[in-house]
């Protein structure tokens, strides 16, 4: 099977967990039968190799995403880059053409695509299976996954299938209802659009050549800037005619708000937490390593990261998007592909931060016109590089760097360093990067 | 007017603000006129040297409380420190002692004594004068001031005066009422009992010898922990045949609980926070340097610090302290003489805090057996002394210190400085002090 999971958005209305730079797909926060925590994309990730382990997963996303991507599911995992946001449809114009020219998968092989952030059993991803064989024997140009609708819901549209059998031609779709209409639709025998669909190769790169001047995946790349902003529904799907629906009756839920996150979760308390007896549907994600003490509260979610903190009704929860947007507000913690970063202290002329650098990684070598940085060892081992020369570092060593020196550090296990920058104007865009030298790194 | 506040308590009913360290009575959440906020202490040690600027004020207090008051407060307040907690009369005793013995007030001399935590206006501190007098001229032996009740509330003790008189003498005490019987008591003509009392220096301390078998001030600071507890009213006020009471009528409120400070509070947000418009009767106060955001909370109160988060109902807030009794959390902030210092990191074999000195002061000479450290200088300057070698230290400067070797630094203007500890059982414990030695300090 060869699947594109559709991984968008700065995911604000998960805030504080989620940010400009760590969306929620990448929040730890469903637990596994060991006992860990897997993120959205590592389950989903984790559920398609249960149901096929040779599937070839390829991941759209912006640049943001890609060290959280590589990071969480490793090196393997196919990702395609869009340069900039362009809604779906120049989206899988691009993985599709990914696929054809960078990974060499054949045109007459069916693709399937669907969103990174379903919360589903197994069961979804062996639907997703078989629209991907319907998609390849060639029945209809394109084939839709329906989810049978449990209730007259608002937020999705609808797929009007013209009989009830497993497969069906598609009769017509409708947009977003009120939950009366909605009602109507479900009389009529309407299901849910998931936004889940496969096709063979070859028809999404003729659509895509019909509707975007270009020539093969570079190409489209490079001028992906200049794409027309369009949907793949109202490009693709509303005008074709040769197209059809297969029906899904399992569980199927999008975790896009606190609202629908929380009613996943298996318990109500992720982290350090006290809920005395008078708390009721209440539900506690703590990262930070302090605790959180409830008392009292009915129907509220409250979460706290690095980035702060939030107290809600849960039904207040879904207008969040507004406010998170008038934060403007330092990063505090972001995964890389090499490990991650976490801001412990700010003050007007210096930054303190804790790195954590994974076993046989490092980071760019480089150097900062405007600040000095100091290393202190506190975990691992590994070797520093400053100005080309190299030295074995661990636990309590220090390493001291005037601005314009170039430097690295190179784990070799996990490494752990609290760095403290100091100078005016710190930003994290005085970087300057180089190639790295060093006698016997 | 010489008055002694006793402040006491742990104040874990405030907690995340308050805590084993840093008591309610330093949390700076008071407005002033001129914007900047004040701690409830700095509140009423302003007031009393606005109604008296001649005032000896003494404040009795636990050894822990210290550095807070100091640093608050200044070096000029008098500070009589309990060895041990004995309950009120062993304190008010020492405090006697304290004035007679090391501040040589005269015998004759009146001494107001009243809790450090009152919510009140300047006339309550004028009719503290007034009991002062009043105790001074003789007409009974102890003065109480008895608050005019505008409730019939169940948190106080009760004063039952013979007359209606400004000042009549005390028919009796009653203890804390359900409010039934506290009706009763007010129809009696019954007022609050806060605490609050006057009495001729002598007085007192000869009630001290003829309790406790001491010689002067410093023999009872020696053996203070072979006292027994006993509160005051206990053993004096409830014996005591001469007894007069003062009516006080003003605004008097104590600020024991999240519910009565945040009725206190004259704007609902101190610190970084956004409340949508759906949030009613909501109190946050939020000493972290990211933001709350609240949606749709109604009677509650958001506290958070570097110590935790509470979010509570305002009523359940008053059951909070059995919760905060589990919490064996590190301390995370505490002020003292010298500065603060603020924990940022901590792992498993490391320990990362920011420390702030105010300019003149130091820290200890001392050394540590089991762990390193390094300072970073992020602002400021000083003199950095490790094993008696004296450098100057500023921003981006590092100081590294092996274990065992002795160290300490001097502020000349305000220094903040990231201090890294590296090594195995790092704790507060492991600290040897030192005469501080070095060439040209």
Redesign the interface.
Known sequence: MNIVLLSGGSGKRL??LSNDIRSKQFIKMFKKEDGQYESMVQRVYRQIKAVDPEAKVTIATSKSQVSAIHNQLGEEVGVCVEPCRRDTFPAIALASAYLHDVKGIGEDEAVVVCPVDPYVSIEYFQALASLGHLAEKGGANLSLLGMEPTYPSEKYGYIIPENKEEVSPVKTFREKPDAETAKSYIAEGALWNGGVFAYQLKYLLNKAHQLIDFTDYEDLYKKYETVNKISFDYAVAEKEKSIQVMRFSGDWKDLGTWNTLTEAMVEPVIGQA?L?E?CENLHVI?E??????????KN?I?S?S????????K???S??KP??D??N?QI?FAEKSWGSFQV???????L?I?VTLNPGHQMNYHSHEHR?E?W????GTGRAVVDGKVQKIG??M?V?MKAGCKHTVIADSEL?I?E?Q??KDISVHDKIKFPLEGEGI
Chains 1, 2 share one sequence.
């Open positions: 805030w504080p006290m005395n008078t703590n930070l390593n302090v605790p959180v003490l409830c008392m009292g509260l509220v409250v706290a690095a980035e702060g903190i939030l107290v809600s009704d039904e207040q929860s207008y969040i406010f998170v008038q934060i507000q505090m412990l202290d700010v003050e007007e002329e210096s303190t804790k000095d100091v202190s060892v506190i975990s636990p309590g220090v001291t752990k609290i403290v100091t100078g």
